[in-house]
């Protein structure tokens, strides 16, 4: 393989914001919940490449034959590898296609084909684009994508911030993240976050119900979040995370009072894989590390904390939460699913047609 830009490329990243940026020049489009993919390709070689440089071609061999159909000889394109049902974007079946048993990939690979929504080229037969303003890559990609092939989409793009707030409220609940703003005039800045993002945001009560240590062994990495469900089992939700190192120290304290006796009546205490007898519990495999030490540490069931969301995915957390607050005054059995507003699938059959088929 041989190209003006070569792998790996690491992608050009956004910073969160809390409303719809409306400065000139911006361009608007869907924030995809999938597997951020840069393709590359030169003539027969296609190589996937992931945000965090690990190869994604074998995990959908689906892709490499289809996307040789949909772009031109020679490119480097910028995009997201998704899967769509009816109900939505299904990120639980993308991350079941990280498996190290390549029959039990090409099976998925059939039952579950993936899609690939194309929002940037990088290069084009032996010319680095990256130094291009966007809207010229985006004009580019127009001309040379062939998105009339099934299961291969050109991503919506609008220069109105109205359309984007609307994207962003209607399709919510379809598993889309949110809305993408870009400058006009960026080129492509490699692992800089120099675009925008608006995510949905809300708060939930939930109980806490362990913990693990930070990467570092100087103080708690993530708190694990559960709520009841009507049955009074308690499901894991996901991680509240991303505390300061001060904050990662002072957890220490704060949690040791509950560790005491805490695996003794705990609801996780039999948990054998992350889902066992319908219950979601910690302690499964990363799929996208198998070194990563995923071993948690029991809390006795009488803390609960407000964090802060973006949106549900398959009844859990899509992404780590964010710490808002303890809350003293609220019971653990309190923390129910009821509380947890979701957002009902937004019809896609205007962007997919394999929704159609």
Not at 112 to 131: I, M, N, Q
Request: aromatic share 8%.
């Amino acid at each position: 393989m041989d190209l003006p830009v070569m792998p790996p490329v690491k992608p050009m990243l956004a910073k969160a914001v809390h409303e719809m940026p409306r400065e000139p020049g911006l361009h608007y489009e869907p924030k995809w919940d999938g597997f951020r993919c840069v393709v590359f390709r030169d003539g027969d070689e296609v190589e996937l490449g992931s945000r965090n440089d690990r190869p994604l071609t074998r995990y959908f061999p689906e892709l490499v034959d289809l996307l040789k159909a949909a772009l031109p000889d020679r490119c480097v394109v910028d995009g997201e590898i998704v899967i769509v049902t009816s109900g939505g974007l299904d990120f639980d079946s993308l991350q079941l296609r990280l498996h190290p048993a390549a029959s039990r990939v090409r099976k998925l690979a059939a039952e579950t084909p993936a899609s690939f929504v194309a929002f940037d080229v990088l290069a084009l037969d032996h010319a680095d684009l990256t130094g291009e303003p966007f809207q010229r890559r985006r004009h580019v990609l127009e001309g040379v994508l062939d998105d009339s092939l099934a299961r291969v989409h050109l991503t919506p793009m609008t220069q109105h911030p109205d359309v984007a707030q609307d994207w962003f409220t209607r399709f919510e609940g379809a598993g889309f993240d949110g809305v993408m703003a870009k400058p006009g005039d960026l080129p492509y800045e490699q692992d800089k976050r120099v675009m925008w993002k608006v995510k949905h945001e809300r708060t939930a009560d939930c109980v806490v119900a362990g913990f693990r240590w930070h990467k570092d062994g100087n103080g708690i990495g993530s708190l694990l979040l559960g709520l009841y469900e009507g049955d009074g089992r308690l499901q894991h939700m996901g991680v509240a995370s991303s505390f300061t190192a001060a904050r990662r120290r002072e957890l220490v304290d704060e949690l040791a009072p509950l560790r005491e006796g805490a695996m003794e009546q705990h609801p996780w205490r039999e948990w054998a894989s992350f889902e066992s007898d319908g219950r979601r519990v910690p302690g499964a495999q990363s799929r996208w590390n198998a070194g990563k030490d995923l071993s948690w540490e029991p809390l006795r069931i009488e803390l609960v904390a407000e964090v802060r969301y973006d949106h549900l995915q398959a009844g859990r957390f899509r992404h780590a939460t964010r710490l808002v607050r303890f809350r003293p005054d609220r019971t653990p059995d309190s923390c129910r699913y009821d509380q947890l507003e979701e957002v009902p699938p937004a019809e896609l059959t205007a962007l997919f047609s394999e929704v159609r088929a």
